[in-house]
């Protein structure tokens, strides 16, 4: 069964390193999501990729975030300069499109572990 | 999109069917109704989505009720494995604002 993955499953980082968590989706998906979860507390929409281009983001997307899809298959997320608030698990997520219907239920990686020191 | 109200945790035991009911009063025409769950420091894991009808998989069943208020995910045959929290979740399935809102979710323990 084809499955979302990243890489790595765990991060640990110095405060104000750039660090670069890398997600396949899955092949015939077309719609791409971050999520992130700090210990503890819910799940958080952070951005949403559609067509090489953000289609939508939360108020946690700042300027400190990027997003990009270097390739065919990976989905990349760039946190230019971490603080240690943004510790926490970050998960990718992907889905498809049933034509006419919208877009399908969103799959999820096992997510990477963030560790800001 | 639609709020939704869960309870916080819930035990059920192994083996027998598991109910797990969520409010969403405010639900417009155009919202469907979502179920993931999250084992452990895992990431959610897409369960099962109806509009009115109800629906069924391999995973479970999704019971909406009449004026779709309020729905009950069933676990069939509840296992340990199923010990994990569950989350219902409204939204319109369209093309854009594909966003999932997660709450704090229901917390259920399968008890042996």
């Known amino acids: 069964e084809p499955e979302v993955t990243q890489t790595p499953s765990h991060q640990v980082t110095q405060m104000g390193q750039e660090v670069i968590l890398r997600c396949v989706p899955i092949?015939?998906?077309?719609?791409f999501y971050w999520y992130r979860q700090i210990l503890g507390q819910k799940v958080e929409f952070l951005v949403s990729f559609y067509n090489n281009e953000i289609s939508e983001k939360s108020e946690i997307f700042d300027d400190q975030f990027s997003v990009e899809r270097p390739d065919g298959s990976n989905f990349t997320l760039k946190i230019r300069s971490t603080k240690l608030e943004d510790s926490a698990m970050y998960f990718c997520?992907?889905?498809?499109?049933?034509?006419?219907?919208?877009?399908?239920?969103?799959?999820f990686g096992p997510g990477t572990r963030l560790t800001v020191l | 999109d639609a709020k939704t109200t869960q309870p916080p945790s819930m035990d059920c035991a192994e083996g027998r069917a598991a109910n797990l009911p969520c409010n969403h009063s405010?639900?417009?025409?155009?919202?469907?109704v979502y179920w993931y769950r999250q084992i452990h420091s895992q990431g959610p894991q897409y369960i099962i989505h109806?509009?009115?009808n109800n629906e069924t998989n391999e995973m479970a069943s999704l019971i909406i009720t009449e004026d779709r208020k309020s729905s009950t995910l069933i676990l069939p045959h509840a296992t340990l494995r199923d010990t994990a929290v569950y989350y219902c979740?409204?939204?319109?399935?369209?093309?854009?604002?594909?966003?999932?809102?997660f709450g704090k979710g229901n917390q259920v323990v399968v008890i042996p």
């Open positions: 109806g509009l009115k």
């Open positions: 405010t639900i417009s025409g155009n919202e469907y």
């Open positions: 979740i409204v939204r319109v399935r369209g093309y854009g604002n594909n966003r999932l809102a």
């Open positions: 092949s015939n998906h077309l719609y």
């Open positions: 997520a992907s889905s498809g499109e049933t034509g006419g219907l919208g877009v399908n239920e969103q799959f």
